[in-house]
């Protein structure tokens, strides 16, 4: 059977069997009567899941985003150079055509890298001494050293690694991956956002559906309290009213179908029974208190936090935050939910960089390491693709703002920078794409946005050329007109 | 520079993509197509989309041009691409057949599928018809229709309405007849909430259902269109457009305090019926009209609604391009219905606009600059000339006992006191309310940008409008906004006439309201659409007197209810045998359950207010710093569309029912239908506390006696009309049922009523009638303009 054909089959036979009177009958009467107009199209639920181009290795995803530009040179990109050249200016040659943000750029000169790099793994991947944890899962994940984007401010970088363009407009990655795909999951939204950390640059236009229909925009959940916007009951409301809300309004709808046949009303009779369902399971999901103890550590749930006087990266508390939204990740993924936003911001080191990105490493580096294991450790890290991204990269020069010799950090990089992928069809344990010695360049392997979001694709067997909506007289693609899937990430 | 990397890729699949051909086994190709193809609608995309960029007359790949009939017969490098009638021998198929990897066309990842393959096949084995070329800009000039002359067709005879004229022949023609009228009750709720967005309260259902004079349907037209409420409804349409925001956009999202003044000004110029044509010009050029007034200046708020980003270390270059930018697209999707913004970076992939024009257009806006200026509100001027007299005296003041101190030589650290006193005073002198504004800059070249960036400059241009239109004369801002509403465009009237009708409708008669282009729909009725455009211009532009025309159809009036049969046949009812039922837009929603409870304040015009959020929506803004400060007077039950708009951080209930964004020109929403909203219905703040207020209402209602009555006036309250026995009858069992619910625990019970528990009233009663009136408001019709 056609999915979406079950999927209205399935909706209809739940009216029949929760619909307990004889009210109910009558407006199930006239659904059935309207049989053939309720076709595959007009079908109550635009999230029923479709088939794919093509078999997919993916089925899920969950998608990290460190907000800011982690710097790649203190993480994944070692560039032991920079030491030697560290207080020296660079050749004009290489600055001359360049904006920056910040940066000035006659006065600029190159920042050492404090970190220590390691070998990980049987692939040996070469990571910072601030991501011991990942290390243990380094035969899993694929780092790529050779991004590079043309984005070099915050809310347009971001809206390209999210979107597919820095324009606004356009539908997230995780609005078109429901679009084409749906979701398995049947109380819960196909597409979920968490968030960490202070607001991000990007704010909603980070998950939003773009000119796609709302239905496949990212459902923010929160950690804790109300799981979901309006979720809750008004105080003294209680379930059984609820329930006996949503059953009247299920049969009083069900009369004016009878008297006016739109079949737009079946659909908002199924829209309300999904909202009834996700009353009960989005508590369930956040209630953590069934996951065994040892599962809470290994995620870090409730480790101490160190005090840093820096709002950056959100105040106290996102230790906690950001190691539950990990969690909660897996549990959705466990729910069939096809695509999970983990945002955390701000990662943007212009300055105070040795205090502030350790922070965050500690916050970050145990919970993902955690995600990981536990994701294989059940099987599911095989259908699970694992995405650590953000916007941009960091420069080895120091930023020198308005011409400042106080040198703590680094400034915005789009020529290159490093991000990761995990499962879900990826093949582990390799490093992809070089840059050259002071990490300014890409030198093998370039790899554009479009080319991951196209690979993204592949993996979730969908072909970037196909998975297209018409607006505006045009047939638009995630990946817009570029892209090439990256054959080396496949497994 | 940083397009190296993807320069190089570029460079390589370019090479790659050399047109050679070999023929492979025609057994293995994909079957041709049964079906009867129609070249423009079949053909012509797949080309324009798959071939032309390469093999176009620039310079063509292999020497092969596929743009027109006669050269892809002529062929390329290695002979014909086609054999008229004889696919399978056709080198163009077995290319994008895509069989032997080395001759496969399109290059890279972007093959075509079987079924387009068989598309190609059916086409050239039934003849291979084509007329003109692709992309062609005299070719498609002579061919496309929104291009053409506005004609005057004649109104079909045997209706006495000339709407109904033309859409009873269609009707006929397809052997289809039209729906009856609506009833009374479900008339006045669509005109109501279609004329002023609002829901006729019972009184109002009432004296329509009981007017029987002849001319009671006009009267209650004419009676919503002199309604305040007019220019709010119609300008939140206007404001989709002018993607109208309270805050600046990207990551610092800085607030706009006084954005407001265009919407003011929107409202009040519908409500005054300002004609179209003048609308038009003061939105785009208010500032360059002689002697302008500062209500003229304020109209050019309209492209001051574009983004500004002020996130550090930006170029401020760049977003000034990008503003221009986007005023050149709204102004081609607003009034030309075209995809102008597509010519940005290369020429216009369908239609017959090159970048190059895009660039002229570019011009006319070019130059501008933005002017936030004094605008005084009405009365202002008094209450600004009392404070500056205040003002000045005590500067007076404050600066002379700066001078006596010094006379007097007094010590160092007293002198300085006295002079910070100064200067503190001087921050505080006061000013008018301002308005944001366009205005002429300084003369500023402009070149085509090479793909759309900033820093790669082309050719410089002079102002001037696409080729393919009528000329226009001038080099303003000014002359082209008289351009667009000139007898001569054939565009604008369209455009306008066709988004009009689908506000009424709920689909255009073009269905693609924001492209009349090559790759948009064509239009259902297209003698109504040209009729209906001469209507709008030839009556004044008045949109009222076009509002009053298509209201008074039978078409506009007809049932919405739809057969099986005739949603079989016409889904989506493209050829007006009915009404449409629509959801309600999302600022609707809100101000349809502030009525029906009767907590809307009417107040028309002012600041944009600041309803109850839920926690943590601002803080999703860049670093939390967007405060929503909740406003607390009666202004917080102004109607949806004066809500403050976070373009960061939206209103959740305004995108939860598919606002736009805000971040570009919006000219048809989506309505879709998600569990969120249902959430949003039952639980959001603001529905909570209209069913309060709406129990409170009928409880108290001394002319409401017993549970059935009451019900009934809580129903009519929320949807206008009375319930049906079958409706009543649920309604109280499920009175009764909230009444034991409520009964089991008085005390949780208590909490429903919240702030409107009606005086005296017992705790389960009080909250048993909120849980009933919080499922009417739940109730599909409620969203839905029938």
Not at chain 1, 425 to 445: A, F, L, M, N, P
Not at chain 2, 264 to 289: K, S
């Amino acid at each position: 059977m056609h999915p979406t054909r079950e999927a209205l089959e399935r909706s209809r036979r739940d009216f029949l069997t929760t619909s307990a009177n004889g009210v109910g009958l009558v407006a199930l009467a006239s659904l059935l009567e309207g049989d053939g107009s309720l076709r595959a199209a007009d079908a109550p639920n635009p999230l029923a899941p479709k088939a794919p181009h093509f078999a997919p290795k993916a089925k899920n995803c969950i998608c990290i985003y460190l907000e800011g530009a982690p710097s790649q040179i203190d993480l994944f990109d070692p560039k032991p150079k920079l030491n030697e050249l560290h207080g020296q200016k660079l050749p004009d040659s290489l600055t001359k055509n360049v904006r920056f943000a910040f940066l000035q750029k006659d006065t600029a000169t190159v920042l050492g890298c404090k970190r220590k790099f390691a070998k990980h793994g049987q692939c040996g991947m070469e990571l910072s001494d601030l991501l011991p944890k990942l290390g243990t899962v380094a035969d899993d994940i694929c780092l790529i050293r050779s991004m590079h984007t043309e984005a070099f401010n915050h809310h347009p970088g971001q809206l390209l690694m999210n979107t597919g363009s820095t324009m606004f407009g356009r539908p997230s990655m995780g609005s078109w991956l429901t679009y084409g795909l749906g979701s398995e999951s049947k109380n819960l939204p196909g597409y979920v956002v968490l968030n960490a950390g202070r607001g991000t640059s990007g704010g909603t236009s980070n998950w939003g559906s773009g000119f796609l229909p709302s239905t496949f925009a990212g459902v923010l959940f929160r950690n804790q309290g109300e799981p979901v916007l309006n979720l809750n009951n008004p105080a003294g409301l209680s379930a059984a009213m609820q329930g006996a809300t949503v059953e009247a309004v299920r049969d009083l709808n069900g009369i004016r179908h009878a008297a006016i046949g739109d079949p737009e009303i079946a659909a908002r009779i199924s829209a309300y029974e999904l909202a009834y369902r996700m009353q009960s399971a989005a508590p369930e999901l956040i209630d953590l208190s069934k996951e065994d103890k040892k599962t809470l550590d290994e995620y870090g749930i409730d480790r101490p936090e160190p005090d840093l006087k820096a709002a950056r990266g959100g105040g106290k508390g996102q230790f906690r935050a950001f190691a539950a939204n990990c969690l909660l990740a897996r549990r959705m993924v466990e729910r069939g939910v096809r695509f999970v936003s983990l945002f955390h911001a701000s990662w943007d080191h212009h300055s105070n960089l040795d205090n502030e990105l350790p922070h965050n490493c500690l916050m970050a580096d145990q919970p993902v390491a955690a995600l990981i294991t536990d994701l294989k450790r059940r099987g599911l890290l095989d259908s699970t693709l694992v995405l650590w991204l953000s916007e941009f990269g960091r420069t080895p020069l120091g930023e020198n703002r308005g011409g400042s010799p106080n040198v703590t950090g680094r400034d915005h990089h789009p020529f290159c920078f490093s991000l990761w992928a995990a499962g879900g069809g990826i093949k582990g344990g390799q490093v992809i794409g070089k840059t050259d010695e002071i990490g300014w360049s890409v030198v093998e392997d370039p790899i554009h946005i479009n080319d991951l979001h196209a690979t993204i694709l592949h993996l979730f067997g969908m072909d970037h050329t196909k998975l297209t909506y018409r607006f505006q007289g045009r047939d638009f693609r995630l990946t817009d007109v570029a892209g090439k899937v990256v054959k080396k990430l496949l497994a | 520079m940083h397009h190296s990397p993807r320069a190089l890729l570029a460079l390589v699949a370019l090479v790659a993509c050399a047109f050679s051909l070999s023929a492979s086994d025609p057994a293995k190709l994909p079957p041709a197509s049964a079906a009867k193809i129609d070249f423009e609608a079949d053909i012509k995309p797949l080309l324009a989309a798959h071939c032309v960029k390469c093999h176009g007359a620039d310079k063509p790949k292999g020497g092969l041009r596929l743009d027109s009939r006669a050269a892809a017969l002529e062929g390329g490098n290695t002979g014909p691409a086609l054999k008229v009638g004889k696919s399978a021998e056709s080198k163009l198929i077995h290319a994008v057949a895509g069989l032997d990897p080395e001759t496969a066309m399109p290059p890279g990842d972007k093959r075509l599928s079987a079924a387009e393959v068989g598309k190609l096949r059916a086409w050239i084995d039934q003849g291979a018809k084509w007329d003109g070329t692709i992309a062609g800009p005299a070719a498609t000039k002579l061919t496309h229709w929104s291009f053409q002359p506005i004609a005057r067709p004649a109104v079909p005879a045997g209706s006495a309405h000339p709407v109904d004229a033309f859409v009873h022949a269609r009707l006929a023609k397809e052997g289809l007849k039209p729906s009856p009228e609506a009833d009374r009750a479900t008339l006045v709720r669509r005109l109501s909430l279609d004329l002023t967005g609002l829901p006729p309260t019972p009184g109002e259902v009432d004296a329509f259902v009981n007017d029987k004079s002849a001319d009671a349907y006009t009267k209650l037209v004419d009676r919503l269109l002199a309604s305040p409420h007019y220019g709010e409804r119609w300008a939140r349409h206007w404001l989709d457009a002018a993607r109208y925001a309270d805050s600046d956009g990207y990551e610092k999202d800085t607030g706009r305090p006084f954005a407001w003044r265009f919407r003011d000004w929107v409202i009040r110029a519908l409500n005054d019926d300002v004609p179209f044509d003048r609308f038009t010009v003061e939105q785009l050029a208010g500032d360059l009209l002689p002697n302008a007034t500062t209500e003229q200046k304020i109209a050019t708020g309209f492209h001051r609604n574009t983004l500004t980003n002020k996130e550090g270390g930006v170029d401020q270059e760049e977003f000034r391009v990008a503003a221009v930018v986007d005023r050149v697209s709204t102004t081609g999707q607003v009034w030309l219905g075209l995809t102008v913004g597509c010519a940005q970076c290369h020429d216009h992939k369908y239609d017959p606009l090159s970048q190059r024009e895009f660039y002229q257009l570019f011009a006319f806006f070019n130059s501008d600059r933005e002017a936030d200026i004094a605008a005084p509100l009405p009365g202002e001027a008094d209450r600004l000339k009392k404070e500056q007299a205040a003002f000045d005296a005590e500067l007076a003041k404050l600066k002379a006992a700066v001078e006596k101190a010094k006379a007097d030589k007094v010590l160092a650290a007293d002198l300085k006191k006295l002079e910070a006193a100064v200067v503190a005073h001087q921050k505080k002198a006061p000013s008018a309310t301002k308005a944001m504004t366009i205005a002429a800059g300084t003369a500023r070249p402009t070149h085509v940008m090479i793909r759309g960036d900033f820093l790669r400059k082309g050719v410089e241009v002079k102002p001037g409008t696409p080729s393919v239109l009528p000329k226009s004369t001038g080099a303003t801002r000014l002359e082209l906004a008289r351009w667009l509403v000139s007898a001569e465009n054939p565009l604008t009237a369209r455009v306008t006439a066709n988004w009009v009708w689908a506000k009424f409708f709920g689909r255009g008669l073009v269905s693609t309201p924001e492209d009349f282009g090559i790759q948009g729909a064509k239009p259902s009725h297209p003698e109504l659409l040209d009729w209906l455009a001469h209507a709008l211009r030839d009556g004044g532009w008045s949109l009222k007197k076009f509002h009053k025309l298509i209201v008074t159809s039978a078409t506009y009036k007809q049932s919405s209810a739809v057969s099986a049969e005739a949603l079989k046949r016409d889904p989506l009812n493209v050829l007006l045998a009915r009404q449409q039922r629509m959801r309600l837009e999302a600022e609707l929603m809100r101000d349809s359950a502030l009525a029906a409870s009767g907590l809307l304040h009417r107040e028309v015009g002012g600041p944009s207010i600041r309803p109850p959020q839920p926690p943590g929506i601002s803080e999703l803004t860049y670093a939390n710093s967007a405060r929503w400060v909740e406003s607390t007077g009666p202004e917080r039950y102004k109607r949806g569309l004066y809500i403050w708009f976070q373009r960061t951080s939206p209103y959740p209930l305004l995108t939860t029912f598919d606002a736009p964004d805000s971040n570009v020109c919006t000219v048809r929403r989506e309505r879709s239908n998600t569990p969120l909203q249902a959430l949003t219905l039952l639980n959001d703040s603001v529905f909570v506390e209209a069913a309060q207020a709406l129990a409170k209402r009928v409880q108290l209602d001394p002319t409401a006696k017993g549970d059935e009555a009451r019900v009934a006036r809580a129903f009519r309250h929320a949807l206008g009309r009375a319930p049906v026995p079958a409706e009543t009858e649920r309604l109280v069992k499920l009175l009764a049922q909230f009444r034991t619910l409520a009964e089991a625990d008085p005390k949780e019970a208590a909490k429903l009523p919240g702030p409107h528990a009606p005086p005296g009233a017992r705790a389960p009663e009080a909250a048993a009638w909120v849980a009933l009136c919080r499922a009417l408001l739940n109730l599909d019709e409620f969203v839905t303009r029938e």
